[in-house]
């Protein structure tokens, strides 16, 4: 199986994570899924690449988490999205809305 | 915040690692079973499920593998995962660490104990208050002075300091002192302790505060002053007198006048003379007291002093340096000796002052020491570089024999970092156990330096505290050790490209070729290292032994000197000589005395008096006046010394006051003064100072002996009796020649001298020994670069011996096809021994050219060698060569003795 998600740029994929928190806490499995269903397919997000960024971003202080019982009674860590992280997500989607509509101008330019 | 989270949560991963993992294992369990489920209910069976997950989530290790990747504690780990692997494979090779690891502390530890010393007689400033604000004050470029000198720094006359205090600007205070010996014994044999004359200003100047009572004041030093106190050090106080309080207010005996002890100073306050510490300090007024009719104080041409002074707050150096040059003229002026003739007058007056830095105080071991310590510290420098190439050798070997390994593991994924981080784990260990082994030896080496440095006569004090500097060095050393040795090789060991490796079979063939160039490069070196160490220890134990074996015009064994003062019993000048031909008879009647003399001055003791020689009868005195050396002798002397008597007679009863003076000269006088004619018959008269003496007749001509070192070349000498003088000693320094056992000759003068008289002050030292002390610097450098130039020389063989036999390994199929085909086994010898040759050869060449650029630093330090002396070099080619011959001659006859069926076998 391809793995899309290195096709992510770089820094991306943590920016997914938290957008994908911001409505409810959730476990590693149920971030991936919601990542590849919103995204229809197009991103799959493999655990080599997802579990060190749950790292990464706990280490920045953007996720908490905690250990509850899943919907199936499974003891799972779930993720919780800070008040930095909300902050840092806030950002995160100006910066990016900025880019993408200056990288669509610059190619609506060229064509 | 952020980053203590992180530090935090970092700790936790090492501490805790058990339970992070524990968490780590059952999330990802837990999003193996929602895969699985979540899959199952889209219609895979259980078995489909569980094997799309696994493909979907890869090895589960690898994925923990990447998330510690995240973390820094991660790094700490394989740090110390490292360092314990390392650790493991030293353990492994024990003898392989074992001479590793001493060979670095060997060399560690003469670097740092040789750069200690360095550190404390050069780079250290004073014990006292912002020393930086000290400034020494003294004349510029005196060049010669006249007059009477004594202590080792005798910069200022009594005259010259006052009229500084009194003048200067620059300085918020100033003080004089002066280093002297004190007699504290109030009878008897002589103890002497290290003294100290201080003005008064001495203590508050340099900021020293009391340890118990009280120290000396400018109100203890006024002209004058008939009883006063003494301060004495701290460690002075602990040895005589058990550090007790009740100290303060005893009763100290110098030179047998009682002095009040008034105060004890600080621990740490060893005075201003680095490399010497004092026992005793008393006030400038209370030298006339001690030293009686020999005081320097009241006379203009005593030179004893040394100043120093605390800067003004706001002025420099230059600054008062400049003010103390206006007031020179003045100063001279208001001081000119009345005796000094019309040249030395012209040149006295010449004189300036100027300031130079003080904050490390004055050290005339530093003078005398300090290039000496550098050279060394170079020495033990290249010993320590020849080891290290040692170890780069061992470890490119080992580095070699785990290519396979290595490309192996690079195969497999390990970045080349990590293994460059894991090979170089090993070497820092070795170099930091070496390191830490070096500094415990190195204080040992350093005391046992000042120790073999220290005589009796002249104790030496160095603080050898172990500061940030040494440490500095120290650490330094290790690290670049252990890039020298580590760093290489590691490199080299991870150069490889995998696939080539791994397609390589066994040994190879051609391909070591460029990898055996490195560690050619490093025995090259070696060689041409230990050569250059090997022409020093030759050179410096070659100008010892030309030193120790020179012609000194004397038999230097079986004399002992003695001094009998006696000061005490106030005899007058008539009655002097007499007492003092009394103790003579005395001493010449002991069993066992062969002979015995009284003379002024003892050779080679470093004292000495230069006097104008006019020849004839002349009065006036001629410019071109040429000073010699003169010596009051008795008769025996020479006899006793066992200098020739070549023409004439020796001193004899006819010799006294009133009868013609007469005067005994040797060769060298002859030959400046008469032409080399012989001068017996011949008169001359004395000049000193401005007073001409009446003419002396020579009746006698000596064979020439050194007078003040045994360095010097021959000078004139002239040797009068003291019979015909006024102004007799006070002592009488009396020359012994005898047979019998030191102890029994003392203890027989002893009692000889009681006899005369029971209250006098008696020294001993043999003459020999005197003599030997003398050359303590050249035998330090003999035996330390001897050392050096040894341990050179078997690194050296040690690092040939490695090449050649991994040389011989590799060639084995050679070697074998070689004999197959009929090469004898001289051939294969021969084969090898080339192959040392050429790197001898290299080495050697490159060894000549630097030792040749190095020695010439060594030139002041030799005697009776150029630093480029062709046996020197001879000698040390050959010795390396035969060692190297040696060293390679074992694996060449190993290779002979191949079974060439065996290694063609093996091929």
Redesign the interface.
């Known amino acids: 199986m391809a793995d899309k998600s290195s096709g992510l740029v770089q820094g991306t994929l943590d920016m997914l994570i938290l957008k994908t928190l911001e409505l409810e806490p959730m476990h590693g499995y149920g971030i991936a899924m919601r990542i590849e269903q919103i995204s229809q397919g197009v991103f799959q997000v493999n655990p080599g690449s997802l579990f060190p960024a749950f790292r990464r971003l706990e280490r920045a202080g953007w996720l908490a988490s905690e250990w509850r019982a899943t919907e199936n009674n499974r003891r799972a860590k779930y993720y919780v999205l800070t008040a930095q992280g909300r902050k840092q997500l806030k950002g995160e989607t100006r910066e990016w809305a900025k880019q993408t509509a200056a990288i669509a101008r610059i190619l609506e330019a060229e064509s | 915040?952020?980053l203590l989270?992180?530090l935090a949560?970092g700790l936790r991963g090492l501490f805790r690692k058990e339970q992070v993992e524990r968490?780590?294992d059952?999330?990802?369990r837990?999003?193996l079973?929602?895969?699985v489920?979540?899959k199952m209910r889209q219609g895979m069976t259980r078995e489909e499920a569980l094997r799309a997950a696994h493909?979907?989530?890869?090895g589960a290790e690898?994925?923990k593998e990447?998330?510690r990747?995240?973390?820094w504690e991660s790094v700490v780990e394989t740090l110390w995962q490292d360092l314990k692997f390392g650790l493991r494979l030293l353990r492994f090779n024990p003898m392989f660490a074992a001479a590793a690891i001493l060979s670095l502390a060997l060399g560690i530890g003469a670097n740092t104990a040789i750069f200690q010393l360095l550190d404390a007689v050069r780079l250290r400033t004073l014990p006292v208050r912002n020393p930086e604000q000290i400034a020494k004050i003294t004349i510029d470029h005196r060049g010669g002075a006249s007059g009477s000198f004594s202590s080792r720094y005798p910069d200022l006359t009594y005259g010259q300091w006052e009229q500084i205090r009194a003048q200067q600007q620059g300085f918020s205070s100033v003080f004089a002192w002066g280093p002297t010996l004190f007699n504290i014994s109030p009878g008897g044999e002589v103890h002497n302790v290290q003294g100290m004359w201080v003005s008064g200003e001495f203590f508050q100047t340099l900021g020293v505060e009391p340890a118990l009572g009280r120290l000396l004041t400018p109100q203890d030093d006024h002209a004058n002053c008939n009883s006063t106190g003494a301060v004495i050090s701290s460690s002075f106080w602990k040895h005589q007198y058990a550090g007790e309080n009740s100290v303060i207010g005893r009763t100290l005996s110098i030179n047998r006048h009682a002095f009040e002890i008034i105060g004890v100073t600080p621990p740490n306050f060893y005075g201003v003379e680095v490399g010497r510490y004092f026992d005793v300090a008393v006030p400038l007024c209370a030298e006339p007291i001690i030293n009686g009719e020999d005081s320097h104080l009241g006379r203009p041409e005593g030179w004893w002093l040394s100043a120093m002074g605390r800067l003004k707050p706001g002025w420099t150096l230059d600054h008062a340096a400049t003010q103390l040059r206006a007031i020179s003229p003045g100063i001279f002026e208001a001081t000119l000796p009345p005796n000094f003739n019309p040249e030395q007058a012209k040149h006295y007056l010449g004189y300036k002052l100027g300031a130079f830095p003080g904050d490390s105080g004055s050290s005339e071991l530093r003078s005398n020491f300090e290039n000496p310590l550098w050279f060394l510290l170079a020495l033990a420098g290249l010993v320590l570089l020849i080891a290290s190439a040692n170890l780069a050798n061992l470890m490119l070997a080992r580095a070699s024999a785990r290519e396979r390994e290595m490309g192996m593991r690079m195969a497999v994924g390990a970045s080349r970092g990590r293994l460059i981080r894991q090979l170089l784990a090993e070497s820092v260990l070795i170099a930091g156990i070496g390191a830490g082994l070096g500094v415990l030896l190195a204080r040992n080496l350093s005391q046992i330096l000042i120790a073999s440095l220290s005589t009796q006569n002249d104790p030496l004090f160095v603080d050898l505290g172990t500061d940030w500097r040494v440490l500095g060095f120290t650490a330094g050393l290790a690290g670049l050790t252990c890039i020298l040795f580590g760093l290489a090789p590691a490199l080299r060991a991870t150069s490889v490209a995998p696939g080539v490796v791994l397609k390589e079979s066994g040994r190879g063939t051609t391909k070591g070729r460029s990898r055996f160039g490195l560690r050619r490069i490093l025995v090259v070196s070696q060689i041409a290292l230990s050569l250059v160490l090997l022409v020093g220890a030759l050179l410096f134990a070659r100008s010892l032994n030309n030193i120790a074996t020179v012609d000194a015009g004397f038999r230097q064994d079986g004399i002992l000197v003695t001094d009998i003062d006696f000061t005490s019993l106030n005899l007058s000048n008539e009655r002097r000589p007499a007492f003092s031909a009394e103790l003579l008879s005395r001493v010449r009647a002991i069993p066992g005395v062969d002979s015995a003399a009284t003379a002024a001055i003892v050779p080679l003791s470093g004292n000495g008096a230069n006097h104008d020689v006019l020849m004839g009868t002349s009065d006036a005195p001629k410019d071109d006046a040429q000073t010699a050396a003169f010596n009051r002798v008795s008769p025996g002397f020479f006899k006793t010394l066992q200098t020739p008597l070549l023409v004439g007679r020796d001193f004899d009863e006819r010799d006294v006051k009133g009868s013609p003076h007469v005067a005994i000269v040797n060769e060298e006088f002859a030959r400046k003064f008469a032409n080399g004619k012989n001068p017996v018959g011949m008169t001359f008269r004395i000049r000193s100072l401005r007073t001409i003496s009446a003419p002396h007749e020579i009746v006698g001509l000596v064979k020439n002996a050194k007078y003040a070192d045994l360095r010097e070349d021959a000078q004139p000498i002239v040797y009068t009796s003291p019979a015909q003088y006024d102004h007799p000693d006070t002592d009488a320094q009396i020359l012994i020649r005898s047979t019998a056992p030191l102890a029994t000759l003392i203890s027989e003068v002893k009692s000889s001298a009681n006899q005369a008289h029971s209250d006098l002050d008696i020294t001993f030292f043999p003459f020999q020994k005197m003599v030997q002390d003398g050359l303590l610097q050249d035998r330090l450098m003999a035996a330390l670069s001897g050392f050096f130039g040894a341990l050179a020389v078997v690194l050296a063989a040690i690092g040939l011996y490695g090449v050649i036999s991994y040389m011989v390994e590799r060639r084995r199929a050679e070697i074998g096809i070689r004999m197959a085909l009929g090469a004898g086994q001289q051939a294969i010898v021969r084969l090898v021994l080339r192959e040392t040759g050429v790197l001898l050869l290299i080495g050697l060449t490159a060894g000549v050219v630097l030792a040749l650029a190095s020695a010439r630093t060594a030139t002041s330090m030799l005697f009776g060698l150029k630093p480029n002396d062709v046996l020197t070099y001879a000698m040390a080619v050959a010795v390396l060569s035969t060692i190297a011959a040696l060293a390679s001659f074992v694996p060449a006859r190993r290779a002979s003795r191949l079974d060439p069926m065996a290694a063609l076998r093996n091929e």
């Open positions: 915040m952020s989270r992180n949560s968490e780590m059952e999330e990802l837990g999003y079973d929602a895969a489920i979540e493909i979907e989530m890869g690898s994925v990447q998330v990747a995240v973390s």
